[in-house]
């Protein structure tokens, strides 16, 4: 069963409650009132600025993890293709800040892991 949430008219109490689809409307539990509506709930939209503000972390987030792994070039280009589809101040100073930076002299330093073999003795 969904959860609903609904408002008195005469207390202004906003109250939530479990019901199935084709029930009549609650009273209010405070003042006992019929005289409820129905509020949409908060987590039923999502507006864009929210959607922008998920995408671009995303993509910053991507962006940092190629540099993390010392993918430079992989970065340069991904946040090139991001600019885009997705223009936004932060990104448009990444895509200058990378455009400009120069891989380390001597490249990047990547450690592996060190593998033990131990003789089967038999």
Do not use: W
Not at 12 to 30: H, I, Q, T, Y
Not at 88 to 114: N, V
Request: hydrophobic share 30%; charged share 40%.
């Amino acid at each position: 069963m969904p959860l609903y949430e609904f408002e008195c008219e005469a207390c202004g109490k906003a109250f939530e409650v479990l019901m199935k689809r084709d029930e009549e409307f609650p009273s209010c539990p405070s003042c006992g009132s019929n005289e409820v509506i129905k509020v949409p709930s908060l987590f039923g939209f999502q507006d864009k600025s929210t959607y922008r503000e998920e995408r671009e972390r995303a993509i910053l987030k991507r962006a940092r993890d190629y540099l993390i792994d010392g993918k430079l070039k992989d970065a340069r280009r991904f946040i090139e293709k991001a600019k885009e589809f997705h223009p936004t101040d932060r990104i448009k100073r990444l895509s200058e800040t990378l455009s400009e930076a120069k891989p380390p002299k001597g490249g990047f330093i990547i450690k592996r892991e060190a593998t033990i073999l131990k003789k089967k003795e038999g």
